[in-house]
């Protein structure tokens, strides 16, 4: 993908948001990534731990707040 032209963020926020990203981009090429932001619910459910979620709770691009949570 590197080689392809495409930067280290592109990749490393596809591998945050479906963990064998590199597996379904090779089965189908076309595949493309979900669409931010996402919910807390749904990086759970991919396996990521409370405390990697939290700390992207910084960046509300990246992570749709949950009615009731503030990050402070």
Same mark, same amino acid.
């Given at each position: 993908?590197?080689?392809?032209?495409?930067?280290?963020?592109?990749?490393? @926020?596809? =591998?945050? *948001?479906?963990?064998?990203?590199?597996?379904?981009? #090779?089965?189908? &090429?076309?595949?493309?990534?979900?669409?931010?932001?996402?919910?807390?619910?749904?990086? @759970?459910? =991919?396996? *990521?731990?409370?405390?990697?979620?939290?700390?992207? #709770?910084?960046? &509300?691009?990246?992570?749709?707040?949950?009615?009731?949570?503030?990050?402070?």
């Amino acid at each position: 993908m590197i080689d392809e032209g495409c930067d280290f963020v592109l990749i490393g @926020r596809a =591998g945050i *948001l479906r963990r064998n990203f590199p597996e379904r981009v #090779r089965a189908d &090429p076309a595949y493309e990534s979900p669409k931010l932001p996402v919910t807390a619910q749904f990086l @759970r459910s =991919g396996g *990521l731990s409370e405390r990697l979620i939290n700390h992207l #709770r910084r960046w &509300p691009y990246f992570l749709l707040e949950e009615r009731g949570f503030h990050y402070d």
